[in-house]
């Protein structure tokens, strides 16, 4: 592993660049296995189910 020291900007530009230079397929594949990985990480569930808020659905 690589260890660079650099400043933010400098940092975001590397990542930009990066990002830049894949194709439109392997972004959307980066971004889908990112979000899949968020879902993994654990949360607090501050949601409670009793709060009275009803829920409205569409019908068929």
């Known amino acids: 592993m690589k260890i660079t020291f650099q400043t933010k900007a ?4 590397a990542q930009e660049k ?3 230079a ?3 397929a392997e972004r959307l594949l980066r971004f889908m296995s990112l979000s899949n990985a968020i879902l993994k990480l654990p949360r607090k569930n501050h949601i409670k189910d009793d709060r009275g808020n009803f829920v409205l659905e569409k019908r068929k």
Request: proline share 0%.
């Open 10 to 13: 400098e940092s975001n530009a």
């Open 18 to 20: 990066e990002f830049l």
């Open 22 to 24: 894949l194709s439109g």
